[in-house]
């Protein structure tokens, strides 16, 4: 591996460096040149790697090195006919370089064809004395191909190589989630935490394999451990606090959550979860505070905006709830959560038209499910706009020709109508409960007359 700083390649880098200061070329041989490329493309100054790319295949234009890094370039700059152009040709010189098959396989990879790619992978494996980077690249290429079973698999030897390879171990345990294979995530887990007992990583891993498992006492335990393991890990000790929250346990669940504010850049996430706490313990301004902190923290968190709105609806206070639900859609007023807020509010407030508003607008966003659809059109009701009404009840029920309620909607539009037979049809007598006739009256008026 190059070593960025070492004095070999600093004095090679100044050398060329000063050489494009001036009309003079000097001699590098291809090892410098190659020290040289590699150390520009590392710290993204592609545009000095390719001059010196350009010297070095001028003064060594067979060097098998230069053309891979000149190959490497044009996979960077998305050129992939050209650098598999490069590549066969390289691949002539030197058929045994690993390196080759591991950029076809990169191109491969960019261009979507996980199975070439993974055939590519596995010749460099069969070439390659170091198998560790090519089992995590065929691991990640399975897992693009969604094969997680042939994933687990090299994943799984990434860490039986090395335990602390925390990268494979999350994408192995991606995989386990996939497959449901609960079990062999614990004992991977545990095969981890027997070599390292006090890794963070495995610990809290395995609170969230035990939380699924619906565990909660053994989970609880997991996150414990991987705080003891290190007490600044922001991660366990959010886990924990939601964990004990679920559990009822909130004064304990809001001293995790303010732990983790001190242990880490503050989150609109934490915030939120401490002002939900306070909110059950019946500390409102407490809540309120917190909900706040959250929004100014991040303005686009759209959760933060939710849990302020139904805090205010919670408590019938609808104009503070109003005033806050006009702030959230300045920053985000494509919500679709947002919008059922609003149609909510407006609702409550008798602000009828505000609230038709609002559930023309959830439709348009594409939300298209029944309680909501019935408050639309129940909406048009209540302003005795028959037509409007039936038309979307018509609609609704292409979606949803199992339900009663819509049933009652179209019979009774009809009848307000003077469509008689249309009604008769869909207000069947023998399916309405006295209780249901009541409601359905107040809708209707004209249902007294059949």
């Known amino acids: ?42 710290f ?109 698999y090299f994943f799984k030897n990434c860490i039986t190589d090395n335990p602390q390879d925390y990268s494979a171990l999350y994408n192995l345990l991606y995989c386990f989630d996939h497959l449901n294979k609960t079990e062999e995530a614990i004992q991977i887990l545990n095969e981890v935490l027997e070599i390292d007992p006090y890794s963070e990583v495995a610990w809290h891993q395995l609170g969230l394999v035990l939380l699924k498992k619906k565990q909660p006492k053994e989970a609880l335990s997991a996150f414990d451990f991987a705080i003891i393991s290190d007490d600044t890990f922001t991660g366990a000790y959010i ?21 983790a504010l001190n242990t880490n850049d503050p989150s609109a996430f934490v915030f939120q979860s401490i002002g939900r706490c306070h909110e ?43 005033g806050y639900f006009k702030r959230a859609l300045e920053v985000n007023s494509e919500s679709v959560e947002l919008w059922k807020k609003g149609a909510q509010i407006y609702s409550a407030l008798d602000q009828d038209t505000k609230a038709l508003n609002a559930y023309q607008k959830l439709s348009d966003l594409g939300f298209f499910e029944l309680p909501s659809l019935l408050h639309h059109i129940d909406l048009y009701l209540k302003s005795k706009q028959w037509e409007k009404a039936l038309d979307l009840t018509n609609e609704a029920f292409k979606s949803f020709p199992e339900s009663q309620d819509l049933m009652f909607r179209l019979g009774g539009c009809n009848l307000e109508l003077g469509k008689i037979s249309e009604a008769r049809y869909f207000l069947n007598p023998d399916q309405i409960s006295e209780k249901k006739r009541i409601e359905l009256m107040t809708l209707f008026p004209s249902l007294g007359q059949i």
């Open 1 to 42: 591996m190059l070593n960025y700083n070492s004095e070999e390649t600093q004095s090679s880098i100044t050398k060329f460096e000063q050489m494009l200061k001036t009309n003079h070329i000097y001699f590098f041989d291809a090892q410098e040149f190659e020290d040289i490329i590699v150390h520009y493309l590392g």
């Open 44 to 152: 993204g100054e592609n545009q000095l790697a390719k001059k010196a790319l350009k010297m070095g295949l001028e003064q060594h234009p067979s060097s098998h090195e230069i053309l891979l890094l000149q190959s490497e370039v044009f996979i960077l700059d998305e050129k992939y006919d050209a650098a598999l152009k490069l590549l066969d040709y390289v691949e002539k010189l030197n058929p045994l370089d690993e390196e080759i098959s591991l950029q076809k396989a990169s191109i491969a990879s960019k261009n979507g064809d996980h199975a070439s790619s993974i055939k590519y992978l596995n010749k460099a494996l069969e070439l390659s004395e170091d198998p560790l980077e090519i089992w995590n690249l065929l691991g990640m290429e399975h897992l693009l191909a969604e094969e997680f079973e042939e994933a687990s």
């Open 239 to 259: 886990e924990k606090g939601k964990l004990l929250e679920g559990l009822g346990r909130i004064n304990e669940a809001i001293e995790n959550y303010e732990i």
């Open 280 to 322: 059950a313990l019946g500390n409102h301004e407490l809540a309120v505070k917190f909900y706040l902190k959250a929004i100014h923290l991040e303005p686009s968190n759209e959760n933060s905006w939710i849990s302020l709105i139904d805090f205010f609806i919670t408590q019938d206070q609808f104009k503070k709830a109003k």
